[in-house]
């Protein structure tokens, strides 16, 4: 599986971006999907995570109440809708892929559960 994220830029504090990750290959498999962030000198860390069937969805704090993941399986898309952005928002950010077996947990919030990491996109948000 192959991802690919777009949708980053510049934007002020306040502002609003809504990343895409578009996958492809072996796309037959159920798969959950995930968005992390990485700032400079941090770690990589969860931003919200869906289901395979996007009913179920997580989110991390800071994320909680601004950003919406949601997915297009149709079109094998994975969106996260960033509004009220702030500075610390300021990152690259991942989509991420996880197999999903019937029976497993719906979600995953580590960065060590996902197998599979498209290229970053840097959101920028300025004071």
């Known amino acids: 599986v192959q991802l690919q994220a777009c949708g980053g830029g510049l934007v002020q504090t306040g502002g609003s971006l809504r990343l895409s990750c578009a996958a492809s290959g072996r796309t037959s498999s159920s798969y959950i999907m995930g968005w992390f962030r990485q700032a400079p000198g941090l770690e990589r860390e969860f931003v919200a995570t869906?289901?395979?069937?996007?009913?179920?969805?997580y989110y991390a704090d800071s994320a909680l109440g601004r950003f919406t993941i949601s997915r297009d399986n149709a079109k094998k898309m994975v969106f996260l809708q960033m509004n009220s952005l702030k500075p610390e928002d300021t990152a690259v950010y991942y989509c991420?892929?996880?197999?999903?077996?019937?029976?497993?947990?719906?979600?995953?919030?580590?960065?060590?559960?996902?197998?599979?990491w498209g290229r970053g996109t840097q959101v920028t948000v300025s004071s």
């Open positions: 991420a892929a996880k197999n999903w077996i019937l029976g497993a947990r719906l979600t995953a919030t580590s960065v060590h559960e996902y197998d599979y």
């Open positions: 869906i289901s395979w069937s996007g009913g179920s969805t």
